[in-house]
Structures are given as structure tokens and as C-alpha cells.
């Protein structure tokens, strides 16, 4: 499995840091998804927003071009429905469009909320895993051949802390989940003397929809919001991300 590593500081990519390269970012309509392409597109990123919902990719388009930012292309996308085929179109499209592709960030998720094993339908657990394990799968194979042909390219995983996803009811998810720690592992050491770097990022407990989903009970105006964790993400897509290359970034406070 890849080391976690702490950072010293506030990690984020310097301004510019991303001008001239391209990021896709899945989930890019989400929580998480959305800061770290606002991140990206500050730092001079062009951007491939990829996600289910087309109004609300909308929104993070203009919220780039409002600050800014060079206007990102929008790919319409269902994780939980799609095929190789369909991955390999996407990539076929960014070509043709973009030209290149030098980092992929993996931000989208599904959770439909805690329940037992025994009362997960198995239409919910495959989604989780076609959402959480498959897709990033599949969507990094088909990108390699495109990322290769980059010095320096990124792979980022967006990770969750183990020793809470593998407690009761967090079903699909959370197996889902620790299948992908393996899977960015794995990567990593298959591509780690080539120019792909692999990153995992454990984000800290943030204000999102899928943390009040787990935990309608808390006050959420105490979690953070996402900037950091989206931050953290740009900085990874960055060439100045090589020495954390292998390596889980981990945003949890200390206990």
C-alpha cells in the first residue's frame, strides 16, 4: 500500500504552477470535485469537467470564467452506467480537443448512505463499486497511453481513512473505497520509473453532502470546506508534486 505523509504547511500549486497543462477532474460537480477544478483553473490550468450532472458541471464552468480562468470543456458522463468503450471515447475527445493531458484527479464518488451488509441491495453495491473501484479503473488505463506522452504527468486517487470505512455499515462504500488504495498502489508500481507520478490524497472531514449522508447528526459548520483538500489535489497535478509521488498525502488533523 502507498505511505501516508503529513505536509509541514498548507500545500497548494504556486500561481501558474498548471498554465500549459490540462487536468480532468471527475466528479468536478461535486464537493470536492468542484474546489479542486477552481484550485486548477487558478493555477492556470485548462480544465475537462467530467460528471453526471450537466447544470451543475454549468455552474463550475462559469464559475471558472468569471475568475478568470480558461474556459474548461465539459464531458458529460455517468459513471455508474459506463462501459471501456465509453472511457476510451473520452480520451479520444480530450485528444482531438485538447491536444494532451497531464493530470487526472479522481474526485467523484457514490454513497447512498450507512446500512447493513445483509440490507445492501445488490443493484446499491454494484454501483458503489462500478462508481468507487471501476471506473477509476478504467478511466486511468484508457488516459495512460495519453499521459505518457507527457515529461510529467499525474494520477491523483482520492482516498478515505481506512479504519472508519471498514467498520459497520459502510457496505459498498467502503469496500469500494479500500479496493482503491489498492488499486492506486498498484499503479504506482507499475508506472513509478516512467513519467505518470501516482498520488493518493486523504482529505480531512469536510462540509460536504456525502459527509451529512454518513452523519446527519453533526454540526457540519465545523468541518472545513473542501478548498483545502481541492488545493491539496492542484498541488499533486503539479509538477512540484514529485517528491510526494507514491505517497498518500494525509489532511487529517492530528489526534
Given amino acids: 500500500m502507498l505511505p501516508q505523509a503529513r505536509a509541514e504547511h498548507r500545500l497548494q500549486p504556486s500561481e501558474s504552477a498548471l498554465g500549459g497543462r490540462v487536468v480532468l477532474v471527475t466528479g468536478a460537480n461535486g464537493g470536492l470535485g468542484r474546489a479542486c477544478a477552481l484550485s486548477c483553473a487558478r493555477a492556470g490550468a485548462s480544465l475537462v469537467l467530467a460528471g453526471r ?149 486523504l482529505p480531512a472531514p469536510m462540509r460536504t453532502a456525502l459527509r451529512r449522508m454518513a452523519y446527519f447528526g453533526e454540526n457540519t459548520v465545523e468541518r472545513e470546506l473542501p478548498e483545502r483538500a481541492g488545493e491539496a489535489a492542484a498541488f499533486l497535478a503539479t509538477a512540484q508534486a514529485a517528491a510526494w509521488r507514491g505517497k498518500i498525502l494525509d489532511l487529517r488533523p492530528l489526534d
Fill in 53 to 201: 450532472k450537466v447544470s451543475a458541471l454549468e455552474g463550475v464552468y462559469d464559475e471558472i470564467e468569471r475568475a478568470g480562468g480558461a474556459s474548461p470543456a465539459i464531458y458529460p458522463i455517468n459513471l455508474e452506467g459506463a462501459a471501456p468503450q465509453d472511457y476510451a471515447a473520452m480520451v479520444e475527445a480530450i485528444r482531438i480537443q485538447c491536444g494532451r493531458l497531464d493530470a487526472l484527479v479522481h474526485a467523484a464518488a457514490h454513497f447512498d448512505g450507512l446500512r447493513p451488509l445483509a440490507q445492501t441491495q445488490p443493484i446499491d453495491w454494484l454501483k458503489h463499486h462500478q462508481v468507487g473501484l471501476n471506473a477509476p479503473f478504467l478511466l486511468t488505463q484508457a488516459c495512460m497511453p495519453l499521459l505518457r506522452e507527457r515529461e510529467d504527468a499525474a494520477v491523483v486517487f482520492v482516498l478515505e481513512d481506512p479504519a472508519r470505512v471498514s467498520k459497520a455499515y459502510w457496505g459498498g462504500y467502503g469496500v469500494a473505497k479500500a479496493g482503491l488504495a489498492a488499486l492506486a498502489s498498484v499503479f504506482h508500481e507499475e508506472s513509478e520509473s516512467g513519467p505518470v507520478r501516482v498520488h493518493g490524497l
